[in-house]
């Protein structure tokens, strides 16, 4: 991907862009809990889940009007195996052992997913106020199901016994995000990817705390988008299988947005306009610079937040937009010439963060700081996060999800933990993210060895926690 002529990748957010950086905690190899909290503690007794597990939430501000606390909680509870747990015999156990069900307190009443949205929440297993209960509080439902994501890796299934046990017990884990943008870009242009294994993506990205799914609908390969306003522009895609109808691009939103995950739609314009360009005497970069000016003005006209790749910010940054946020790609020294120029900047350097470089470890992608060199503590806050990007050419719905995990979750960890807590050797945090890996597996995400590049097969019989 480089600059082409009269190419440019305009990106339209809604919402309001933040940064938020975190502060102290425990030894990041003391658990495995992926992405690590920002502060954890814990005990050494053991708690079983009752069969009938139930979510309360007596004293909420939070109505769930919309389902989607109920929805997140009956996918947690599935995702356990409490399944697995029907035929368990509980009346040996002393009733304080058991876990009856988890109260959930949220104390805003909206649910509308903006960014920059408050993600925090604290999680106490058992609850002091409920003892039979585990407690979560979060200041929205979607630091809430944050929270449930935790409270279900606390959870093991153990097959000698049919008892899904929570370990470790009493926890505190109080938590937010390091970043506020932490996201994932898939490329549906260069291979049609069907809609379940989209929603199967947006599934694992909630798993590692993701929260952007950066869907680069269309390129110069194929236009699988349906636009009511110009029916023929699907005509370009592969086939007729090969599309999004609108409702249906509606539908992906929809499923992101009810899982806290907010869709970035990146449509490639404007494309073949030579013909344009020598009518108005222009050459190449005046016409990529005219496009982009224009179509910053008429974004902001409208009140949307505006994205550019980096190029833009090379070829005329002082002309940009002062509210533009610049995503780098090319390499690594951009972001500290953005933020020192006063813009926002989103990191996904190419050399680091990009799946598609299958000879890039999982080492070097958890040990991609996005505030390398930036020292200053306001420039630091214009950096909003970071973004692993999943291009097409060499991918399609048979391997996207190897090709993704568990890479992706080592940039994850990154983006969600705070900066002290991070390992400074990724070796202290193999057996964790291996760990996490195998708990991908158990739920369905075909998430690859941890030895050897990108999307590669076990080398040789063994255990999950050992390849």
């Not at 739920?443 to 690859?448: M, S, T, W, Y």
Request: aromatic share 10%; with cysteine.
């Amino acid at each position: 991907m480089g600059l082409q002529l009269l190419r440019v990748w305009l990106l339209l957010f809604l919402f309001g862009l933040v940064a938020i950086v975190g502060g102290g905690g425990a030894n990041v190899g003391d658990f495995n809990i992926w992405p690590m909290p920002k502060s954890v503690t814990n005990g050494h007794r053991k708690l079983y889940m009752a069969l009938d597990f139930q979510l309360i939430t007596e004293g909420t501000n939070y109505s769930d009007a919309s389902g989607i606390l109920k929805e997140a909680f009956t996918t947690m509870v599935d995702v356990v195996q409490m399944d697995q747990a029907l035929d368990a015999n509980f009346s040996a156990l002393h009733p304080s052992v058991v876990l009856k069900g988890l109260q959930v307190l949220i104390s805003s009443p909206n649910d509308q997913l903006q960014y920059g949205i408050d993600e925090s929440y604290k999680l106490l297993v058992p609850s002091p106020y409920k003892p039979d209960f585990a407690h979560l509080e979060a200041q929205t439902v979607y630091g809430a199901l944050h929270g449930l994501q935790t409270f279900s890796q606390l959870c093991h299934f153990n097959s000698a016994t049919n008892r899904i046990e929570v370990l470790m017990v009493p926890w505190t884990i109080i938590d937010q995000p390091r970043f506020s943008y932490r996201g994932l870009l898939i490329d549906t242009s260069r291979h049609y990817q069907p809609l379940p294994m989209i929603k199967k993506v947006i599934d694992s990205m909630v798993y590692a705390k993701l929260n952007v799914l950066h869907w680069h609908i269309v390129d110069t390969q194929s236009f699988p988008l349906e636009i009511p306003s110009y029916p023929k522009l699907w005509d370009g895609a592969y086939s007729f299988s090969e599309r999004y109808t609108f409702a249906e691009a509606a539908e992906i939103v929809s499923y992101a947005q009810r899982r806290g995950i907010n869709v970035l739609a990146e449509i490639d314009v404007p494309g073949h306009a030579l013909s344009w360009l020598r009518k108005h005497g222009m050459n190449e970069s005046e016409a990529y610079q005219y496009f982009v000016l224009r179509a910053q003005k008429i974004a902001l006209s409208r009140g949307y937040e505006i994205v550019n790749w980096e190029e833009t910010f090379n070829n005329f940054g002082s002309k940009l937009s002062r509210k533009t946020v610049v995503h780098n790609w090319l390499g690594g020294g951009v972001a500290e010439k953005v933020v020192a120029a006063g813009l926002r900047c989103i990191v996904s350097n190419q050399d680091k963060w990009y799946l598609d470089h299958l000879d890039t470890t999982w080492q070097q992608f958890y040990m991609n700081e996005p505030l390398t060199n930036i020292t200053n503590t306001e420039q630091q806050k214009l950096v909003i996060g970071g973004e692993v990007c999943m291009w097409g050419e060499r991918v399609d719905g048979s391997d996207i999800e190897q090709t993704i995990w568990p890479r992706a979750a080592a940039a994850a960890e990154r983006l969600w933990t705070t900066y002290n807590k991070l390992a400074r050797d990724p070796k202290q945090v193999t057996r964790r993210l291996a760990h996490f890996r195998c708990l991908l597996n158990q739920r369905g995400v075909a998430a690859a060895p941890l030895a050897g590049p990108g999307r590669g097969a076990p080398q040789e019989p063994g255990s999950c926690y050992s390849q």
